[in-house]
């Protein structure tokens, strides 16, 4: 049983569309991040909330963690093929870091 | 622009051969991390360290061992490789801190026949 589930585990959808892909689980998070991983690439770190409830926006991407630190959700606008890639979430506990299996994201032009 | 690098990106080995990957920052960084990927899996960490002469094993069982004589390296060892170990094999580092933000290498592909 995997500590972070995340969903949907794939996604394919046109440019312009709107998303959301989910980090969900039964553990309460200190913090937790969000990876975007690109083909033949190491995951490269997008945002870090700390604060339940807490929302960040990076440009087109707005970051959500829940009120309770269990969960966060992560909604693109407006989605460019520049956007594909997995994205994976993780969830820290003092020093014990655990990621989810991740969303594979296809935006085709 | 990749402050830690990672070879070979891709090998291909036959059973019973020894490998290294091998892992480097140049961050100065403390702790480093090695990571095993598997598609549709979650990052399993099979070592780290958080320092010269530190090393431990991940919450994901591991044949294969590490080394840290120097901050910026951070070798991975398996003394005789299986198809079992296929996979790939994704070095990070971070700072020490109340956030843990890694860095990470582009990946070892390793295929074992």
């Known amino acids: 049983t995997q500590l972070l589930e995340q969903s949907p585990q794939f996604l394919s959808i046109q440019e312009g569309e709107n998303l959301t892909v989910y980090c969900n689980s039964s553990?309460?998070?200190?913090?937790l991040q969000w990876y975007r991983q690109e083909p033949g690439e190491g995951p490269v770190l997008l945002v870090t909330?700390?604060?339940?409830?807490e929302v960040k926006k990076l440009k087109r991407l707005t970051f959500q963690f829940g009120d309770a630190r269990k969960d966060s959700s992560l909604h693109i606008t407006a989605a460019q093929p520049g956007d594909t890639g997995l994205y994976l979430c993780?969830?820290?506990?003092?020093?014990?870091?655990?990621f989810g299996a991740g969303t594979r994201l296809t935006v085709k032009p | 622009e990749a402050d830690i690098y990672q070879t070979p990106r891709y090998l291909v080995i036959g059973t019973g051969k020894k490998i290294t990957l091998e892992c480097s920052q140049t961050?100065?960084?403390?702790?480093m991390y090695w990571y095993q990927q598997d598609p549709g899996m979650e990052l399993h960490l099979i070592h780290y360290?958080?320092?010269?002469?530190?090393?431990e094993k991940g919450d994901l069982s591991s044949e294969s061992t590490v080394s840290r004589i120097r901050t910026e390296h951070f070798p991975l060892t398996l003394e005789s490789a299986r198809p079992s170990h296929t996979s790939q094999y994704l070095c990070?580092?971070?700072?020490?801190?109340?956030?843990?933000?890694?860095?990470f290498g582009a990946g070892s592909r390793l295929t074992v026949l």
């Open positions: 990070a580092s971070s700072e020490w801190g109340m956030v843990n933000v890694l860095t």
């Open positions: 553990s309460v998070f200190s913090s």
């Open positions: 909330v700390v604060t339940g409830g």
């Open positions: 993780a969830g820290v506990v003092m020093d014990d870091m655990r």
């Open positions: 961050m100065g960084h403390d702790k």
């Open positions: 360290s958080y320092g010269v002469n530190s090393t």
